[in-house]
């Protein structure tokens, strides 16, 4: 198994930016591709971004895409989160998501086997 833990979550004015940063432990963390998701008081969960093992492919939702940089590094067992112009609509608990299927950044959250806890971000208006 792998263990995730996220952190870099806070309170953040709208147009502002973070990192959320998530450390993975107990497995190699190349054999993964790993998923950043969000779910939204009263709302589903949703994908966000996802990588592939090696960093060369990544995926975006279409609501992130021009703001967000999903990015990993294997020798530190971190993969991050980037996101800039923050929205309200950006407010949510971010999980970060590990996947055996590791050659491709898939959106599809039943394929993430392994879920962290989740850190909160807030965005205020």
């Known amino acids: 198994q792998v263990q995730l833990v996220e952190s870099g979550g806070g309170l953040v004015q709208a147009g502002g930016s973070l990192r959320l940063s998530c450390a993975a432990s107990?497995?190699?963390?190349?054999?993964?591709?790993m998923g950043w998701f969000r779910q939204a008081p009263g709302k589903e969960r949703e994908f966000v971004a996802a990588?592939?093992?090696?960093?060369?492919?990544?995926s975006y939702a279409d609501s992130v895409k021009d703001r967000a940089t999903i990015s990993r590094v294997n020798a530190k067992n971190t993969v991050y989160l980037q996101m800039s112009s923050l929205k309200p609509e950006d407010t949510a608990v971010y999980y970060c998501?590990?996947?055996?299927?590791?050659?491709?950044?898939?959106?599809?959250?039943?394929?993430?086997?392994?879920w962290g806890q989740g850190t909160q971000v807030t965005v205020s208006s």
């Open positions: 107990g497995r190699t963390f190349s054999n993964y591709a």
């Open positions: 998501a590990a996947t055996e299927y590791r050659s491709i950044a898939t959106p599809d959250q039943a394929m993430y086997a392994y």
């Open positions: 990588i592939n093992w090696s960093g060369a492919g990544t």
